[in-house]
């Protein structure tokens, strides 16, 4: 029988998705110049296109409002996703369309505009929540510069990327960002979703909405070898990566197969001076939703063997995401002990601000 999360008293979802409600929610968190130039532009809204309104899996029914957008205020948050499942802590990774913009000066505005609306509408308002800070991936210069101006908000607990970028995340085109990310005690959360720059998949664009979405496991496939095959944690050893909404039964099958090739081909990455599983199993952490796992307890359970760690997971709803019914977000084949690791001391050891000291928000 699965256990409910309400069971446990100290509770952390560390994937759940506020949506901006419109451009016009964000125009008051920018400057008169960018302002006017979205009116007389007439730029449009920015929803992320992987996630579309009306597809079923964007939005369980129950959570589905007949007017407006889900998850846009916080006492619809507070009410759907904070309270059902007794959750002491929610990080919020809010999936707009920044990344997509060709501008890299409106995207920083837009990334800017984004993380202030959070902080007003949500983080003042709740204890309970904190944040991903969103940055422009079109410019690192500009993303660290986001990542600075935030980094004194203890409520800012990482930093959001999208596993399909216009490069691979482990290129040293990124590196600033994680120097920055690890020099403040951020992990990286890169969630599934895509800049559409590139094809979502590696023979060119699908037909099918299931596709397009599917095929966010080859992608975090990549990312994972790209991050250790680039030598990202030989340089940031404290670094942490989160899979957010990655699945996370490919995740074991996926390393055997790196670390066999990794044997036979070590002398082209030297940096990569031990196992990759072993790196990996040091600097992965992967949400619990979706789960893409076998239909019997007993096969969950060999899979949870295989992880070959009992720190990797973290507790997640993916809310407003259709991922499961009611309150079944934790599946059978998890005991409660490690349904306690997952929902408190991974999450916990994964975001170091998740443990500090707030003086109203702000660490002094």
Not at 340 to 361: C, D, F, H, V, W
């Amino acid at each position: 029988m699965a256990i409910s999360p309400n069971a446990f008293s100290n509770v952390i979802d560390c994937d759940i998705h506020p949506t901006v409600p419109s451009i016009d929610a964000l125009l008051p968190y920018m400057n008169e110049h960018w302002q006017d130039t979205i009116v007389q532009r007439g730029v449009h809204e920015l929803e992320t296109i992987s996630y579309p309104k009306n597809a079923p899996l964007t939005v369980r029914p129950d959570w589905r409002l007949e007017k407006g957008v889900p998850a846009a205020n916080v006492d619809l948050i507070k009410r759907q996703a904070l309270d059902p499942f007794g959750t002491s802590i929610a990080v919020l990774n809010c999936l707009y369309g920044v990344q997509l913009l060709m501008s890299e000066d409106m995207a920083s505005a837009f990334a800017s505009a984004v993380n202030d609306w959070i902080k007003a509408e949500f983080l003042d308002k709740e204890p309970r929540l904190r944040a991903s800070i969103v940055i422009p991936t079109q410019s690192p210069e500009m993303a660290v510069n986001e990542i600075e101006r935030l980094a004194n908000d203890k409520r800012f607990v990482s930093v959001l990327m999208l596993v399909m970028d216009e490069n691979p995340l482990g290129r040293r085109l990124y590196w600033p960002i994680y120097a920055a990310a690890e020099r403040h005690g951020l992990p990286i959360c890169v969630h599934a979703g895509s800049t559409y720059k590139h094809p979502v998949t590696s023979v060119g664009w699908p037909s099918y909405y299931t596709e397009d979405y599917a095929s966010n496991a080859a992608a975090f496939h990549n990312m994972v070898s790209s991050f250790i095959c680039e030598g990202v944690f030989a340089k940031f050893s404290d670094l942490k990566i989160v899979l957010a909404e990655s699945g996370f039964t490919w995740f074991p099958a996926h390393l055997w197969r790196l670390t066999k090739f990794w044997r036979g081909l070590r002398a082209e990455i030297p940096w990569v001076d031990r196992p990759p599983i072993e790196i990996a199993r040091d600097h992965f952490r992967l949400t619990l939703q979706p789960i893409d796992a076998p239909p019997t307890t007993e096969q969950f359970e060999r899979l949870m063997d295989h992880m070959g760690s009992d720190e990797i997971l973290l507790y997640s709803t993916d809310y407003p995401h259709w991922q499961f019914d009611e309150t079944n977000v934790i599946p059978d084949g998890i005991s409660k002990g490690l349904a306690i690791k997952i929902m408190e001391q991974n999450p916990k050891n994964t975001y170091p601000r998740l443990s500090a000291p707030l003086n109203n928000g702000i660490n002094q």
